[in-house]
């Protein structure tokens, strides 16, 4: 069974700090990764892919990918209270013979003023 | 319309009845998806489709079919509901398997 781990929190953060949200994942030959925001009561918005092991910045998230460690992560500088969301982290998978993304169940962040 | 849009909003629904949740996007992606989404389970794949003509069956298929007749439309029927379908349902897109996924807004369907 292909997994993607992810503490569900909630992670709380002050306004401005640096939040990091990590995400482990069991299947080896996985080769893309996503971060995806999920508002309450919303649907999943993409925010981040990284195919690539190291750093891939976009404004001010940054995704991490080590592969030899199954391991990705998104950082969020400066957070602010409408960052407060919950973060699913999605791996490219093969199962039973068809390719998908396997969702973590996402971490819940809540950034404080 | 730009994007993915789906139909109906929400929906409260009488246990045995037949219910078609619509999905259509705009973007020509190759392959659409399925999910539902339920508190403490995360998202879950029902069905997929990777180009217009072909489905297939993915992590809980069983009560729910679909059809993919073109490359914007792919409607998830369910035949006979029962309370367990009772959950929120989005439909997704991508360029192609294994490529980035975007979401539809969802449909909330209660099965009572």
């Known amino acids: 069974q292909k997994e993607v781990e992810q503490n569900s929190g909630p992670l709380s953060v002050p306004e401005g700090a640096i939040a990091s949200l990590n995400c482990t994942y069991s299947d080896r030959g996985s080769q893309s990764f996503f971060w995806y925001r999920q508002y309450s009561g919303k649907s999943p918005e993409l925010i981040m892919f990284?195919?690539?092991?190291g750093d891939k910045e976009d404004g001010r998230f940054t995704a991490q990918l080590n592969k030899a460690s199954q391991y990705v992560s998104l950082l969020i500088r400066d957070s602010q209270p409408s960052d407060s969301a919950t973060y699913l982290c999605?791996?490219?998978?093969?199962?039973?013979?068809?390719?998908?993304?396997?969702f973590g169940k996402g971490t819940m962040l809540l950034v404080s003023p | 319309i730009a994007g993915i849009t789906q139909a109906p909003t929400s929906q409260i629904l009488a246990a045995g009845r037949r219910m078609t949740l619509r999905c259509t996007q705009d973007m020509r992606h190759n392959a659409m998806y399925w999910y539902r989404q339920d508190l403490g389970l995360g998202l879950r794949l029902i069905h997929y489709s990777n180009t217009a003509g072909t489905t297939g069956k993915g992590e809980v298929p069983d009560g729910y079919s679909v059809s993919r007749a073109n490359t914007d439309d792919f409607p998830l029927t369910l035949a006979s509901a029962v309370p367990s379908q009772t959950s929120v349902y989005f439909c997704?897109?991508?360029?192609?398997?294994?490529?980035?996924?975007?979401f539809g807004p969802g449909t909330r369907l209660t099965v009572t």
């Open positions: 990284i195919y690539s092991n």
């Open positions: 997704a897109s991508s360029p192609d398997r294994g490529y980035e996924q975007y």
């Open positions: 999605a791996v490219n998978s093969i199962r039973s013979g068809y390719s998908t993304l396997t």
